[in-house]
């Protein structure tokens, strides 16, 4: 078979048969939508991990010390290819977690976290925005106070997508109070099914609730799960919303299908009937769906560049949220345009999961939030990329417990 980059050499196709074969016998249920709710996603997700943890397609290109199958980036690519003909539940290796271990976990972390993500031992959420730190992160209040080899945590955290079925999470922390804003911070991997964590879900305007309030109230952090030094949180973290950043945004609804990508809303043009013709008649409609395409492959050529650049060892560079600014407005202005262009009310009518285009109109604002809201994300372009004086940041040098409003009731 030929990809896009690839012609499969005999041994490729020899792994391709093996694991259609396999997806064929294992994920047949899989093959349409619908075989999952957002009820059972947690339940389906571990079961169908550990399947293909068992079979060695969990983790291919991992190494089996960190809990992979010690296989080959191009057999990872593969079973992509061919998984991607099937409507799969996420997989439990949070891709945000393993950011950070990988980056900052000792060996012995990657050995145990590793394995635990790999073979779907447990769902995962995030832990870090809160009521009074959101853009602003490192305001947060949420406190870890040493205990031995221990931490114990009270506070709040908000937005934590799917944490009402988290086994486990990855938290951002306050453990000292003393040091400036940025330095006082730690990162954590913490046991969602302790007691003293409550959780509570919120209401969206999709009728889900994917996401949580989450209490901590006297809550156990291990030390030997702390990723990272002592006060290095910070770092840890913005490496993860670094990997988080060039995924947001591209997601156009929870399908492998994406109702906004150019190809579709091109077809769709083409099949929106008007008295004299269809939409793409319309000089209006083509010049959108030119600029969606342009947008669509200058994502699409700059996360190539990127990747590259990368791979040779460069870090990420400055201009890296240009990619989630463009990738989240697109979406969601997509979505709108597909719901103009079809002359659908979506917005009065009753969510419908099996109709993606009203789903994800929807559920599009979140990708203009998620991993920083685009003010946040232009403040980075301008002061980082472009060399634009900062913002005043009066609290910048000032120990927390000494910033007015930062410091926790008694």
Avoid: C
């Avoid at 339940?43 to 992979?68: C, F, L, M, N, Q």
């Avoid at 959420?125 to 602003?136: I, K, R, V, W, Y």
């Avoid at 901590?216 to 990272?228: T, V």
């Amino acid at each position: 078979m030929t990809t896009t980059e690839h012609q499969d050499t005999a041994e490729d196709a020899a792994y391709r048969a093996k694991a259609r074969a396999w997806l064929a016998a294992n994920a047949a249920e899989y093959r349409s939508p619908g075989a999952f709710t957002d009820a059972t996603r947690a339940a389906h997700s571990k079961a169908y991990t550990r399947k293909k943890w068992d079979a060695g397609y969990s983790g291919i290109h991992v190494p089996e010390s960190e809990g992979g199958a010690g296989g080959t980036k191009r057999q990872a690519e593969i079973f992509a290819e061919e998984e991607s003909g099937y409507q799969v539940p996420p997989t439990t290796a949070h891709h945000l977690a393993m950011t950070a271990y990988q980056h900052y976990g000792t060996p012995e972390q990657k050995a145990r976290w590793g394995k635990i993500m790999w073979s779907g031992a447990g769902a995962w959420t995030q832990l870090f925005s809160e009521p009074s730190a959101g853009s602003d992160l490192a305001a947060l209040r949420t406190k870890a106070v040493k205990d031995g080899d221990k931490y114990i945590v009270n506070g709040q955290k908000i937005w934590s997508t799917y944490a009402h079925d988290a086994d486990y999470g990855f938290i951002i922390v306050r453990t000292d109070y003393k040091a400036v804003k940025h330095k006082g911070l730690s990162f954590f991997f913490i046991n969602m099914r302790q007691p003293g964590i409550t959780v509570r879900p919120i209401a969206q305007m999709t009728g889900d609730s994917d996401f949580n309030e989450v209490f901590f109230e006297d809550a156990i952090l291990e030390e030997k799960d702390r990723i990272g030094a002592e006060g290095q949180g910070w770092a840890v973290a913005m490496t993860v919303l670094g990997a988080e950043r060039t995924g947001a945004g591209t997601a156009g609804a929870r399908s492998g299908d994406n109702p906004v990508s150019t190809a579709n809303l091109l077809r769709a043009a083409r099949n929106a009937r008007r008295d004299d013709g269809v939409a793409l008649d319309s000089a209006a409609v083509r010049a959108q769906l030119a600029r969606f395409y342009v947008d669509e492959q200058g994502v699409k050529n700059f996360g190539v560049r990127m990747a590259a650049q990368m791979a040779a060892g460069a870090p990420p560079p400055a201009s890296m949220p240009v990619m989630k600014l463009t990738s989240a407005t697109r979406n969601q202005l997509a979505f709108a345009f597909l719901q103009d262009m079809e002359e659908s009310g979506g917005i009065v009518q009753k969510p419908d999961k099996t109709e993606d285009k009203y789903f994800g109109y929807l559920y599009s604002p979140i990708w203009r939030i998620a991993g920083g809201a685009d003010q946040v994300l232009r403040n980075q372009l301008s002061e980082r990329a472009l060399g634009m004086p900062a913002d005043i940041r009066p609290d910048k040098d000032v120990p927390f417990d000494q910033v007015p409003f930062s410091a926790p009731k008694a």
